[in-house]
């Protein structure tokens, strides 16, 4: 396996080797009557072979050199592109694909045209360039263009993230751990953006002495890590540090305010700040409060019940939101009001059931 490994590039070799040696070896035919002139005493027939074996002992010596340059190249290739990013990659090949076809299409008039030994140069000239150009610039803007696909992960960009699905994401909210089961549940979409400044702030949780400081920065990297290895979301590294403003907190609201961007926290004062200056916050206590059960075990809630049970002796009452409270023994109670301790809750399909028994019983 390892000796087929091996042989493969001296295979490469040779193939372009003798792809060189027949285009010498026709180069060399082509011009024998150009030599005929030269030399008008020698007989044509033999010019001719002369000038073949030169084409071909010169391709042969020539297509060495360039295949092992080509296949040098080849590998230094792709050693780079081993850390390159996958939608970088396609971004240029599609960029060069565009770029092809538009000069194609520009470039054909120009192959109608009489003299194509001038011609015919400077349109593969023309051509190499705008596919290299569009290469470059589909490269440039591969991230970006990744958001209007749906690429998920982490992906560095040139030009920063604006607009309302733009997130930004303060220290507090990645060491709270809560902002992956957001990801997953699909509450949280766009690009997330962390900047270099709020990445510090967790490193330095991460290696502090303290114990307790250094789990809550381990989590808060792990969030990130998870983020963008499961690809639950656009996560976008920042470098932007506004110069003018001391402090973190004031420049995530700088940064919110100049990209029109939401910014996600879990720290009360930032958030209130952030919404005094008219920027969008997401915080995730108040997601967690939001979509808190309505009662918890233990809990003393009063239902109307209104209906009987499935089971023998259960009434069925309703809370103002909607969900559905099941009582023992309370079946001759309906269109009654009566207070009840709620034992359990559980969790389906159809929603959120709480189970109870009368208070007092």
């Given at each position: ?13 040779e193939l372009m080797r003798l792809a060189i040696v027949i285009a010498f070896v026709a180069a060399g035919y082509s011009l024998s ?274 209906k009987e049970g499935t089971e023998i002796g259960q009434g069925v009452g309703y809370l103002e939101d909607g969900t559905m409270v ?36």
């Amino acid at each position: 396996m390892i000796e087929e490994r091996e042989r493969r590039p001296i295979v490469v070799e040779e193939l372009m080797r003798l792809a060189i040696v027949i285009a010498f070896v026709a180069a060399g035919y082509s011009l024998s009557p150009w030599f005929s002139d030269l030399l008008p005493s020698r007989d044509p027939d033999g010019v001719r072979l002369l000038a073949v074996v030169l084409g071909a002992l010169f391709g042969y010596v020539l297509g060495g050199v360039i295949g092992r340059i080509a296949i040098a190249g080849v590998d230094t290739a792709q050693q780079r592109l081993a850390t390159v990013e996958s939608v970088v990659l396609v971004s240029a090949a599609a960029g060069s694909v565009l770029a092809g076809f538009i000069v194609a299409v520009v470039l054909f008039p120009l192959s109608l045209l009489p003299g194509r030994a001038v011609t015919l140069p400077i349109g593969v000239a023309v051509g190499v360039l705008g596919i290299y150009m569009g290469a470059r610039i589909g490269a440039a803007r591969g991230a970006d263009m990744s958001r209007f696909v749906g690429v998920r992960g982490r992906v560095d960009v040139k030009s920063p993230s604006r607009g309302a699905g733009t997130k930004l994401v303060d220290s507090s909210a990645l060491i709270d751990g809560r902002l992956v089961d957001i990801a997953r549940c699909g509450f949280l979409e766009g690009t997330l953006v962390v900047t270099e400044f709020v990445l510090q702030e967790v490193q330095a949780l991460a290696d502090a002495s303290d114990e307790q400081k250094r789990t809550v920065g381990r989590r808060g990297l792990d969030t990130i890590r998870t983020l963008q290895d499961d690809g639950l979301v656009l996560v976008e590294y920042s470098q932007e540090d506004p110069a003018d403003v001391a402090t973190i907190d004031g420049k995530l609201a700088a940064m919110a305010r100049r990209r029109n961007a939401t910014l996600i926290t879990t720290d009360g004062n930032l958030a209130q700040v952030a919404e005094v200056g008219g920027i969008r916050v997401l915080n995730v206590h108040a997601l967690a409060e939001a979509v808190r059960p309505p009662a918890t075990p233990g809990d003393h809630l009063t239902v109307r019940i209104v209906k009987e049970g499935t089971e023998i002796g259960q009434g069925v009452g309703y809370l103002e939101d909607g969900t559905m409270v099941v009582v023992e023994d309370a079946a001759r109670l309906v269109g009654d009001e009566i207070s009840v301790d709620i034992t359990s809750i559980v969790t389906n399909r159809r929603g959120r059931m709480l189970f109870g028994v009368r208070a007092g019983t």
